[in-house]
């Protein structure tokens, strides 16, 4: 057998474990073995490995629609954590204008009270 035409091949992507190329290939072999009592088979020899079925399926590369699977899948931990940190960056800032604004807030309407009493 030539190696490069009967090899089972696969390629796999090694952060998500799927082939992004599968070549199965096999060959069915028939064993004859020599056998004085039968005329035709008298004159093999002791054993014959005689191949009679190949066979080979898959693909050698990914489909153009599998790619671009692969290639949002590799990009899509990056992005989800910079929108992710990006989000929670902008609810903590939001957090901290809503509290300094009801802190301001809160004193202004204290002064206020103040002053409506009489109180300094």
Do not use: C
Not at 8 to 19: A, I, L, S
Not at 36 to 42: A, E, L, N, T
């Amino acid at each position: 057998p030539n190696k490069e035409e009967h090899q089972f091949y696969v390629d796999v992507v090694p952060e998500f474990g799927f082939p992004l190329a599968i070549r199965p290939r096999f060959q069915l072999n028939a064993i004859i073995r020599k056998d004085k009592d039968i005329d035709v088979m008298s004159n093999f020899v002791d054993e014959l490995v005689l191949p009679f079925l190949w066979a080979q399926d898959g693909f050698s590369e990914p489909s153009e629609e599998m790619a671009a699977a692969i290639k949002f899948g590799l990009a899509a931990p990056s992005k989800i954590a910079s929108i992710g940190g990006g989000g929670l960056l902008v609810t903590g800032l939001v957090m901290v204008f809503t509290a300094l604004g009801w802190i301001f807030w809160d004193r202004r309407r204290g002064q206020q009270g103040e002053d409506s009493l009489g109180m300094k």
